[in-house]
């Protein structure tokens, strides 16, 4: 049975930056950042293949967040920089077993961490 817990999340004032941290049991996957803000769908926000060759953003992250991994630790990491309100929400971290080079899609995960709370001040 695969495991993922995340940890790192807070709050912070806009402008400041977090870094999430999902540690997961078992085998290496793909592994992907989703995330919930109250009344609105999970949204995509980051992946990365099993090996970091390929990293993939949403829009509305890209170039304030970075996604990375430890293989010998088991643990993926999301750096947040330049945090804006709308970046609050409960963060999850997903990992995918199916290899189909699809990433943004959540029905495509299937392990799930149980979220961390993000919430950013104006």
């Known amino acids: 049975q695969v495991q993922l817990v995340e940890s790192g999340g807070g709050l912070v004032t806009a402008g400041g930056s977090l870094r999430l941290s999902c540690a997961a049991s078992?085998?290496?996957?793909?592994m992907g950042w989703f995330r919930q803000a109250p009344g609105k769908e999970r949204e995509f926000v980051t992946a990365i293949t099993r090996r970091s060759a390929n990293t993939y953003y949403a829009d509305s992250v890209k170039g304030r967040f970075t996604i990375s991994r430890d293989n010998t630790k088991n643990t993926v990491y999301l750096q947040m920089s330049s945090l804006k309100p709308e970046d609050t929400a409960i963060y999850y971290c997903?990992?995918?077993?199916?290899?189909?080079?699809?990433?943004?899609?959540?029905?495509?995960?299937?392990?799930w961490g149980q979220g961390t709370q993000v919430t950013v001040s104006s």
């Open positions: 078992g085998r290496t996957f793909a």
């Open positions: 997903a990992a995918k077993e199916v290899v189909d080079g699809v990433f943004y899609e959540s029905l495509g995960y299937r392990y």
